[in-house]
């Protein structure tokens, strides 16, 4: 079983639409979670770090439930720009995991 | 500030030569990693160092070495290369060992 989980996707959505993405973590003694964006043939660029009480930035909300071990990150009014892969990140002690990521593609 | 940079942008090599990635920093972070991403499998930690004089294996470290010398830079050397160490290598460096990472723009290896 791979430490950090996400579905690849596509993801394929119109404009304007909200879409979800979870990712599920298999040590429970992980501390920090974070989501990235890479976008095609880049480097990995932090979008949000995520916190048990749920956070928003803009139209991005990410989540966290420690019992559970998941993450989501909701993207509200979907813009084409926001196509990208966004990776699930998990970090303890020094080993930081990234997910193997999930693709969006945002249509007109 | 140029935050990571990482030499060169693409570089092929034959089976069995050596070579060396440079990646270096100029935020005087302590913490840096090297990772290699492949298709379908997300990035992975090759070495990582959290200070000038100290390195650590990650999850896939056969095949490559490490040094951190200065606080700057990080270079990895591919002792003898193989085909499946064709992949795209980042550079990472952070201020705290699980605090955002800030990446440098990839090297894109083949090896045939």
């Known amino acids: 079983r791979k430490e950090v989980e996400q579905d690849p996707g596509p993801f394929n959505v119109p404009e304007g639409a909200t879409v979800a993405f979870n990712c599920t973590y298999s040590?429970?003694?992980?501390?920090?979670f974070f989501w990235y964006r890479q976008d095609c043939r880049k480097e990995p660029k932090l979008l949000m770090s995520?916190?048990?009480s749920g956070n928003e930035d803009g139209r991005f909300t990410a989540q966290l439930n420690r019992a559970s071990q998941y993450i989501s990150l909701l993207i509200r009014d979907s813009k084409l720009s926001d196509s990208a892969t966004y990776l699930c990140?998990?970090?303890?002690?020094?080993?930081?995991?990234f997910g193997a990521g999930t693709r969006l593609f945002v249509k007109a | 500030n140029a935050g990571v940079t990482q030499t060169p942008k693409f570089q092929v090599l034959k089976t069995g030569q050596s070579m060396t990635l440079q990646c270096a920093q100029d935020?005087?972070?302590?913490?840096m990693s090297w990772y290699r991403q492949d298709p379908g499998m997300g990035l992975r930690l090759i070495h990582y160092?959290?200070?000038?004089?100290?390195?650590d294996q990650g999850e896939v470290p056969n095949g490559y070495n490490v040094s951190r010398s200065t606080t700057e830079d990080f270079p990895l050397r591919l002792l003898s290369a193989a085909p499946s160490q064709t992949s795209v290598y980042f550079c990472?460096?952070?201020?705290?060992?699980?605090?955002?990472?800030?990446f440098g723009p990839g090297t894109r290896l083949t090896v045939t």
């Open positions: 160092s959290v200070g000038a004089g100290i390195t």
């Open positions: 990140v998990v970090s303890g002690g020094f080993k930081t995991i």
């Open positions: 935020m005087n972070h302590e913490y």
């Open positions: 990472a460096s952070s201020s705290q060992g699980q605090g955002e990472q800030y």
């Open positions: 040590n429970s003694a992980s501390q920090s």
């Open positions: 995520v916190y048990s």
